[in-house]
């Protein structure tokens, strides 16, 4: 497969016709190119496994493989915007493509003639000219367009503002321009970051991210069990900061292992170590996900919410859903009457049910789509009188874990985010930031596992 994509170029051809050439051996049709265009998409085509890296210096790199059983690999900076993520996706693809050996690409330094090849591919493939020139039309005026009609189309293709007001004057010749100088000054004096916030513009479009994450490879370098195991007693620790346990990570793991395994003649075994023990209850939800064969169902809320008191003086208590209405103190949500609980988890019941039974269909970003919905209503329902918010979170991770997609946390320090998301979508019905976070702790769970 990837010898076969290497092919493709041949010497002497200029950036535009390789790029061309790679939507064509895509299987797109060079006059009606869906946009944008999905690099991320095409480098799987092409045989190449992309993952996530922390970098300061480098858009990215791409590493050769080492022989025909090897895979080529391109890792791209997390810390970028979508766009330029996916010029990068598509500047490694040319190495991949034409240069055949490993590439360290840094930040803003495309001196090279590879590099600069590279950064012409990109601009190409993301931008091809046909496409461009038909889309700019309604925004044309005597022949040209103007800095919002570039980031307007910039938009449509997504790409950034500058990478298409760049296209447009040098590659189209639809942006007029003195001199190279005279450009630059207009593109930094345009701000597009502020143009599109004053407009309500979306910064990291949400179809952008979602190609990110459909031909991303869950590759782990450990098995995925071991990647739940080494991740339970973070997940716990962030879990229960959240619930407003001071505890340190330390701490954390030692109790547990304590509690573990002297039960009830735990030290810790006791009212004073509430918490304590409810940290153990937790960790013990996440033990149960990694091994049950059991089927998911929104019932199983309940069992969750049991297991987490288990280790409380009064156990019985929990599993039950509650039986009064609730204010959730400094939640930006609300939360259902009482009476409604139970119809509503029986609505919810087939949803889930719909949705596991698609696990195989349905396209990653689907399925995280539809287990925010369900998440975004449990912790609407929040059906029990303590322990909502990890009962919910931890039904999330066993969806997750059904598609074979690792668990995340949401850390502490972006928890205001992830409340501001549920908000939304209580307020709104919009659910794409919540996937938006899903999506990149995704990733960087991802990123921990494999830098481990
Ligand atoms: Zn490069």
Request: aromatic share 10%; proline share 4%; charged share 25%.
């Amino acid at each position: 497969m990837f010898n076969k994509a290497i092919n493709i170029y041949k010497s002497g051809m200029s950036p535009e016709e390789l790029a061309a050439k790679v939507l064509e051996w895509c299987g797109y049709k060079y006059d009606d190119l869906p946009v944008p265009i999905d690099p991320f998409a095409i480098m799987r085509k092409c045989g190449i496994v992309y993952q996530f890296m922390n970098s300061k210096k480098l858009e990215g790199v791409y590493i050769v493989p080492e022989d025909d059983d090897d895979i080529p690999v391109v890792g791209i900076n997390f810390n970028r915007p979508i766009t330029r993520q996916r010029f990068s996706a598509a500047h490694e693809l040319c190495h991949h493509l034409k240069d055949q050996h490993s590439q360290i690409c840094p930040i803003g330094s495309m001196s090279t003639t590879i590099e600069k090849y590279a950064e012409r591919f990109a601009a190409a493939l993301l931008m091809p000219a046909n496409t461009m020139r038909e889309l700019a039309l309604p925004y044309l005026n005597n022949g040209c367009i103007d800095l919002q009609g570039a980031l307007l189309l910039s938009i449509r293709m997504g790409v950034s503002f500058s990478a298409c007001a760049r296209r447009l004057a040098y590659g189209l010749h639809l942006l007029p321009f003195s001199s190279s100088q005279e450009l630059n000054r207009r593109l930094n004096k345009f701000k597009p970051d502020k143009v599109k916030m004053a407009q309500g513009i979306d910064r990291e479009p949400i179809d952008l991210l979602e190609q990110a994450v459909n031909s991303y490879e869950f590759f782990y370098k450990i098995s995925s069990d071991m990647t739940w195991y080494l991740f339970k007693n973070n997940f716990i620790f962030n879990e229960n900061r959240m619930e407003g346990v001071d505890l340190d990570e330390y701490e954390v793991a030692e109790i547990v292992a304590d509690l573990r395994l002297n039960g009830s003649a735990s030290e810790y075994c006791s009212t004073e170590y509430d918490n304590i023990i409810q940290v153990t209850g937790h960790s013990s939800i996440y033990d149960f996900m990694l091994s049950t064969d059991e089927k998911i169902d929104v019932y199983k809320l309940m069992k969750l919410n049991r297991m987490l008191f288990q280790y409380t003086p009064n156990p019985d208590m929990a599993g039950g859903t509650r039986k009064y209405n609730v204010l959730v103190l400094g939640a930006k949500f609300e939360t259902a009457d009482w009476h409604d609980i139970m119809p509503r988890l029986i609505k919810l019941r087939s949803v889930v049910e719909t949705t596991v039974n698609q696990v195989d269909t349905l396209s990653v970003s689907e399925y995280i789509e539809m287990a925010a919905r369900i998440h975004h209503e449990i912790t609407q329902i929040h059906p029990f009188s303590d322990g909502n918010g990890r009962c919910s979170r931890a039904f999330f991770n066993w969806m997750l874990r059904l598609k074979g997609l690792p668990p995340i946390y949401i850390k502490h320090e972006n928890k205001e985010k992830y409340y501001e998301a549920l908000s939304l979508a209580d307020l709104e019905g919009e659910h794409k930031e919540i996937v938006r976070i899903i999506i990149k702790e995704l990733f960087k769970t991802m990123m921990e596992i494999n830098s481990r």
